[in-house]
């Protein structure tokens, strides 16, 4: 069983960042493929980022390319996403997600393929 907290949520000005991290106990998640989605009210909730366990992949839905960066410390046990350039569409939680499967590139952007959540973190970008 894996727990993940969410943290570094927050209100921000447009065109500003923030960094938010998923601290994991339990397990060490290493071996997990991680994920960023986000949920902004009255709508489905949907992929930002993802990473696969080794780092050796990145990928990223097409909104936050070159202003979002997915990362990962294995030897803390934490994920993060650092957020630049904000805009107040990005305005939603943010959760974080760990995936056990083999088979990284399959279904990456599918909340349905991760196996753990976090409880979100609310990010609000001010216009």
């Known amino acids: 069983q894996v727990q993940l907290v969410e943290s570094g949520g927050g209100l921000v000005q447009a065109g500003g960042s923030l960094r938010l991290s998923c601290a994991a106990s339990?397990?060490?998640?290493?071996?997990?493929?991680m994920g960023w989605f986000r949920q902004a009210p009255g709508k489905e909730r949907e992929f930002v980022a993802a990473?696969?366990?080794?780092?050796?992949?990145?990928m990223y839905a097409d909104p936050v390319k070159g202003r979002f960066t997915i990362s990962r410390d294995n030897a803390k046990n934490t994920a993060y996403l650092q957020m630049n350039s904000l805009k107040p569409e990005d305005t939603a939680v943010y959760y974080c997600?760990?995936?056990?499967?083999?088979?990284?590139?399959?279904?990456?952007?599918?909340?349905?393929?991760?196996?753990?959540w976090g409880q979100g973190t609310q990010v609000t970008v001010s216009s």
């Open positions: 997600a760990a995936d056990f499967s083999v088979d990284y590139y399959r279904d990456y952007d599918r909340p349905s393929k991760y196996d753990y």
């Open positions: 339990g397990r060490t998640i290493s071996s997990y493929n």
């Open positions: 990473i696969m366990w080794s780092a050796a992949n990145r």
